[in-house]
């Protein structure tokens, strides 16, 4: 028995057998996690980021549209991001991320020794917690696709995580580290990333001026986005919410008072869901976007990498002109007016089918226009078979003057529906800077996305008549000169229209009282070539053939150009290049384009000036009288009304001596139009628009729009423009008033 008990004790040799190989095991072990560690900072199991990664580090920020006044009005975006700095934090954010994410965030160097060997521990009798540091968090961050899903691949991401966290610790300061985290971190819905988003979804401020219940509720939804959203879950907000001011009290950061009131707030929430097609100047932004786009790459503005910019993840700062305030005044006069406008349009149409006989075809082209068709075309349905699914009723959404409605239609219907709705686009820039304060490019950007103000082109009508008389009153005839004002025929060409204001009509009055038949014998003593070639100096960019009709506007212009030209007879004859752009910067404050708008001298000085007292005459006795008999608007104004045949385009374009608007309304097809002038009429139809903005604008004092009169040209005038001054009577019609015709057309050269 002795022998066999000395048998199975532990010899000296085996002790020392057994002591060897176990610190083999651990020196293999140690070995094998430095390799392991070694490997994973040499990218074998997938690429770390590189130093120049870590100064520089990416992630798709959003650029915003900035107004003059320094507000945002709308970003572009991939992830719905922009950036912060540190003194754009509240204090109440970063107590509320350290006491409930790292509260030993300070004393570390990107890993929480201690914290990681608790976390083993409780996950290893089944208590799981997360260990990570907020340095890791934001490596995860940065430098990753996400948190991984499979057990392995987190093991070896967890490891890319403390080599990167320890690398962020050398290369920032604990502050840089905070601000880049909070810049980071994705809010969950309404595609919204970074403190700074974040603060203006849930309560429409700027994080700076988060509250401690506010900061505390934002840094709660870190644990869980989706679990502790305050939209869907807002009980498991309000908690998570408390419990974070509870860290806060427990860290010292707040008292146990300041924890109970906060504690005791509702939610609170804001919301102000950031959508590409909500909020003010939908339209403008779309096109600016495209702009800036051309313009980069015509002037081959890149990244210092060569790359080019990208809108929606470079970050940039886009400074324009647009006034916030005259951007909502614009918004408002035009839903003021088109929403009663629309109501008179649909009484007419009222048990009418408007797509009788030729205008059915409106349909066919309307449907295949329309992403529906595109997609059933793309299945492979015959014609016969796509125009019979649009007689199916769908569920959809449609425009009112009220709202979008969710409604049941046949597709058919609906496009029949958006036929019959007017449409209205309206610009407003500064004369003497060329700067554009509005832009409503349309009446609703989420169901009618075609912009009306650049993109868009329609007949001008009689605003184009100002480009002929000015062509006169630079070849030397004063507004008083008169001249035939009945029907005549020109080659092939007869117009059309009615004599108003007597026969003859002097220069002033025709315009005035926008006759026709004075118009056309004008252009034919002036020539339709010198009307076309001062029409296209004056920034008109689409074709005008040098045909007698576009004395009348037989062609077809955008708001934008004709803002444009219109400011030209307001800034004395020169034209500026209408410019919505300051600067543009990048992500860091450098700038990288300027805008430095055309200038061209179109038109003498003092012929610009007469052209805008004969604008004038159109609002005090004109087609534009309205203006100061409805609207009270008795300042000095200019303008001219358009109106198309069968009143398909209703324009005006009014003038200030600060401010220039255009408005232009019609439906989409030019056969769909108001059947009576009375409601139709560039007067009736487009310049309440214009009325409506003005009222506005001038009541709004912090604006500093005056109502002077137009200052006259830097020397005077050297010709009349007051015809009551011939013999009492040159006023009103000419040689009917109580001088004669021949006494009149001597003032033709100006004496």
Not at 465 to 482: E, I, L
Not at 548 to 574: C, K, Q, R, W
Not at 603 to 621: F, G, P, Q, R
């Amino acid at each position: 028995m002795k022998r066999e008990s000395k048998k199975n004790q532990l010899q000296p040799e085996d002790i020392k057998r057994y002591t060897r190989n176990f610190w083999k095991f651990i020196i293999g072990i140690i070995a094998f996690g430095f390799l392991f560690i070694f490997s994973v900072r040499l990218g074998l199991f997938g690429k770390l980021p590189s130093f120049s990664d870590l100064e520089n580090p990416k992630s798709n920020l959003a650029s915003e549209v900035i107004t003059e006044d320094n507000k945002v009005l709308g970003t572009y975006y991939i992830q719905n991001r922009s950036n912060v700095k540190y003194s754009e934090l509240s204090p109440y954010l970063i107590h509320a991320l350290i006491s409930t994410e790292d509260k030993r965030f300070y004393d570390h160097s990107g890993i929480d020794y201690t914290r990681t060997f608790t976390v083993i521990f409780h996950t290893l009798t089944g208590n799981k917690q997360g260990g990570s540091t907020i340095t890791q968090q934001l490596a995860l961050n940065l430098f990753s696709d996400g948190r991984a899903k499979s057990a392995p691949k987190r093991i070896i991401q967890k490891f890319q995580e403390w080599i990167t966290a320890v690398r962020l610790e050398r290369n920032y300061t604990k502050e840089e580290i905070i601000t880049m985290y909070f810049n980071t971190v994705d809010f969950g819905a309404y595609n919204t990333y970074g403190i700074k988003s974040a603060a203006r979804t849930y309560f429409n401020t700027t994080p700076d001026k988060l509250t401690a219940d506010q900061a505390a509720l934002l840094v709660g939804m870190l644990k869980g986005p989706g679990v502790y959203s305050p939209v869907r879950y807002p009980q498991n907000a309000l908690a998570r919410r408390n419990t974070v001011l509870d860290n806060m009290n427990k860290a010292n950061f707040i008292s146990t008072e300041e924890e109970a009131s906060a504690q005791a707030k509702p939610l609170g929430l804001q919301l102000k869901i950031a959508n590409y097609g909500e909020g003010l100047a939908p339209y403008f932004r779309a096109v600016l976007k495209e702009e800036i786009k051309k313009e980069f790459s015509k002037l081959s503005i890149t990244k210092s990498d060569g790359t080019p910019y990208d809108l929606d993840r470079d970050g940039l700062k886009i400074y324009t002109t647009i006034n916030m305030s005259m951007q909502q005044y614009a918004e408002d006069a035009q839903k003021e007016w088109m929403k009663s406008l629309q109501g008179k349009f649909a009484v007419q149409w009222k048990n009418k089918d408007p797509f009788k006989g030729d205008k059915a075809k409106l349909l066919t082209t309307g449907m295949r226009r329309s992403e529906r068709y595109r997609v059933l075309k793309e299945n492979g349905l015959s014609e016969d078979e796509i125009k019979k699914a649009f007689q199916v009723k769908v569920p959809m959404s449609i425009f009112t003057w009220k709202g979008s409605v969710d409604t049941v239609m046949a597709p058919i219907d609906s496009i029949k529906y958006n036929k019959l709705m007017l449409r209205n686009a309206m610009m407003s820039m500064e004369p003497k800077t060329g700067h554009i304060k509005a832009w409503v490019g349309g009446i609703n950007f989420e169901h009618f996305k075609y912009d009306q103000v650049k993109m868009g082109t329609r007949q001008v009508g009689s605003t184009a008549k100002p480009f002929t008389y000015a062509v006169a009153v630079d070849n030397g005839y004063s507004p008083c000169y008169s001249i035939p004002n009945y029907q005549q025929t020109y080659g092939n060409w007869t117009p059309r229209g009615t004599a108003e204001g007597g026969n003859p009509i002097t220069l002033a009055n025709a315009l005035a009282l926008s006759q026709n038949y004075a118009t056309a014998y004008l252009v034919n003593q002036v020539t339709p070539e010198a009307v076309a070639a001062l029409t296209k100096r004056m920034g008109i960019t689409s074709d005008v053939p040098n045909y007698p009709s576009i004395s009348l506007g037989a062609y077809e212009a955008s708001v934008f150009d004709m803002v444009g030209a219109y400011s030209a007879f307001v800034n004395h004859g020169t034209w500026i290049e209408p410019n919505a752009i300051l600067r543009i910067e990048d992500k860091n404050g450098t700038p990288i384009y300027e805008k430095a708008p055309k200038v061209v001298k179109a038109l003498n000085s003092e012929s610009a000036y007469i052209i805008v007292d004969m604008l004038k005459s159109v609002v005090s006795k004109g087609t534009g009288r309205r203006i100061q008999w409805k609207y009270h608007l008795t300042n000095p104004i200019g303008g001219k009304t358009g109106t198309t045949n069968d009143n398909a385009d209703a324009w005006f374009i009014g003038i200030t001596p600060e401010l220039v608007s255009g408005v232009w309304t019609g439906a989409e097809d030019r056969s769909i139009s108001f059947a009576n002038m009375q409601d139709g009429q560039g007067a009736a139809a487009a310049m309440p628009v214009f009325a409506l903005y003005m009222q506005k604008v001038y009541a709004d004092k912090n604006l500093n729009y005056t109502k002077g009169d137009f200052e006259l040209p830097e020397g005077g005038l050297t010709r009349v423009v007051d015809c009551s001054k011939y013999w009492g009577g040159g006023g009103s019609s000419g040689a009917d008033s109580t001088g004669s015709e021949s006494n009149l057309n001597d003032d033709r050269l100006g004496f």
